[in-house]
């Protein structure tokens, strides 16, 4: 499978992990976006053509579900 360009967000507000998800996704040949809560994430999708949305459901501001929603109405 090519994943060479696909875009890629990662929301979490634990910045190791998010770090580690993204690290582990470039690796293989995805293309990496990341958030440190829901908020930030949205604006990023206001701007990219995201493929696939790596979400933590617990987070300030924003969290997971309220993200998936809001992305689901746009």
Known sequence: MNR???KVLVIDDDIDF???VADL???RGFV???AGNGKEG???????????LLTD???????GVETIMTVKSV
């Open 4 to 6: 060479e360009g696909i």
């Open 18 to 20: 998010r770090e580690y």
């Open 25 to 27: 996704l470039e690796s």
């Open 32 to 34: 990496v976006f990341n």
């Open 42 to 52: 949205i604006d990023i999708l206001k701007n990219e053509s995201i493929a696939i």
């Open 57 to 63: 459901m617990i987070m300030p501001e924003h969290e």
